[in-house]
């Protein structure tokens, strides 16, 4: 689990195809003090396991599942990512329950300035609208943001203020670009039992 609350950006330092695979190489500086093989990261919002680290770097696998349904097949050398280790109990819960698994690739629509803050609309899968509610949660390559409004099963807007701009890869976004999204976990288990009693 984690928060969506983006601890580090970083990079994408190597990609190695594999029998159909994936290997990447993930630069992450300070990030990895504590972390140990086997530990759960959050990059660009996708949960991925460190299988190796070396000097500030750490080793993932990803799975075809995980480069087709996310933006990780697009990753290549120099890619900047959003990075967040796993939350422990000690952790304060800034974001919202984040979990790491991406539901569906969205679509940078537009961005306008708003004082010093930026408005993004971003585009979504059909399937996923019912999940994105104003003043709801959603994951944003791995940032935890509040929504603003809703249009039908189009769009959302969500307004980025300048820390999350600068600390995040946000503001490196042109409309165009696609990012992964999760919706709120809380909705989603719901639709579940709410369907189980049916």
């Not at 504590?34 to 696998?61: H, K, M, Q, W, Y």
């Not at 585009?123 to 249009?151: C, F, H, I, M, Q």
């Not at 189009?154 to 307004?159: A, H, I, K, L």
């Amino acid at each position: 689990m984690f928060t969506g609350i983006i601890e580090k950006v970083g990079r994408i330092v190597a990609t190695e195809d594999r029998g159909g695979d994936r290997r990447i190489v993930v630069e992450a500086g300070a990030l990895l003090d504590a972390a140990r093989p086997g530990d759960s990261i959050a990059v660009n919002g996708v949960c991925l396991t460190a299988v190796e680290l070396r000097g500030g770097c750490f080793v993932a696998d990803m799975s075809r599942e995980t480069l087709s349904a996310t933006t990780a097949g697009r990753w290549q050398a120099g890619t900047a990512v959003n990075l967040e280790p796993a939350l422990t109990p000690a952790k304060p819960l800034g974001g919202h329950l984040v979990s790491g698994h991406v539901d569906g690739v969205g679509t940078l629509l537009d961005r306008q300035e708003d004082a010093r803050s930026w408005r993004l609309r971003f585009g979504l899968p059909a399937e996923l609208a019912r999940y994105v509610a104003r003043k709801g949660s959603v994951a944003v390559d791995g940032v935890s943001l509040t929504v603003n409004d809703v249009e039908g099963s189009r769009s959302f807007g969500v307004n980025i203020v300048p820390h999350t701009l600068q600390h995040t890869t946000l503001g490196l976004l042109n409309p165009g670009d696609p990012v992964n999204l999760e919706v709120d976990l809380i909705a989603r288990y719901l639709e579940r039992l709410i369907a189980e009693r049916a």
